[in-house]
């Protein structure tokens, strides 16, 4: 049972152009999303987040968007360089007893930029 | 550099044998994660502990086991050891256990054969 989803394995943009990474999530009751970036050989870094209350965050060229009632979010990279070439997860937290919260993960969407 | 240490980078060992992988997690951090990603897999929750306590399980296999220590440390332990537990293990830590931001190691490479 996959609660978070990305469903495009794999992305390949020009550079300069707009990168658009998405992802999907069934459970309504998420209350934080992330998206971490991973070189080969290197363990995930955290990139940017959103809280379940907002719609909107940027940070630089990165934005994120939630649409809640989609249950959908995306990353858009602008304008994209060949450094972002990477693994892209989407995650998005569940919340426990005591305040505990555990991520949960995407599968990953593999992004190439090209020069 | 995260500031997350796993350790060790890279085993191998055979079926059946028990490994004992290593996480010191980012200075002043409580909670620890270990997640474990398989080939073409996403990141899979397996546990995270709290200044000491098991505060949550995922889809951790009953031949695992975790443990984090006084002084913070935590260690994964994989006993009766498949081919199918190939993977790469990953060790997260937080200040807090509410899970927001994690920061994660570099990660155990494990093979199986």
């Known amino acids: 049972d996959q609660q978070v989803k990305q469903n495009s394995p794999s992305l390949s943009v020009q550079e300069g152009r707009i990168s658009i990474l998405n992802c999907d999530y069934t459970n309504s009751m998420f209350d934080y999303f992330l998206w971490y970036k991973k070189y080969p050989a290197e363990g995930p870094t955290f990139l940017i987040s959103i809280s379940s209350i907002k719609d909107k965050n940027e940070d630089g060229r990165f934005t994120v968007f939630l649409n809640k009632s989609a249950k959908h979010l995306s990353l858009h990279i602008v304008p994209s360089q060949p450094g972002d070439s990477a693994v892209y997860f989407c995650?998005?937290?569940?919340?426990?007893?005591?305040?505990?919260?555990?991520?949960?993960f995407g599968q990953g969407t593999t992004l190439q930029v090209k020069p | 550099d995260s500031g997350v240490t796993q350790t060790p980078k890279h085993l191998i060992t055979a079926t059946g044998q028990r490994v004992t992988l290593r996480c010191s997690p980012r200075s002043g951090d409580l909670s620890v994660y270990w997640y474990q990603q398989s080939l073409d897999q996403g990141l899979q929750f397996l546990i995270q502990y709290y200044n000491g306590e098991e505060r949550a399980k995922g889809n951790i296999l009953e031949r695992f086991s975790a443990q984090q220590f006084p002084d913070l440390h935590s260690e994964l332990n994989l006993s009766s050891l498949e081919l199918g537990d190939s993977a790469l293990y990953f060790c997260a830590s937080s200040y807090a256990g509410s899970g927001n931001t994690i920061y994660f190691g570099e990660g155990s490479w494990l093979t199986v054969v």
């Open positions: 995650a998005a937290r569940e919340l426990g007893p005591g305040n505990t919260g555990k991520l949960i």
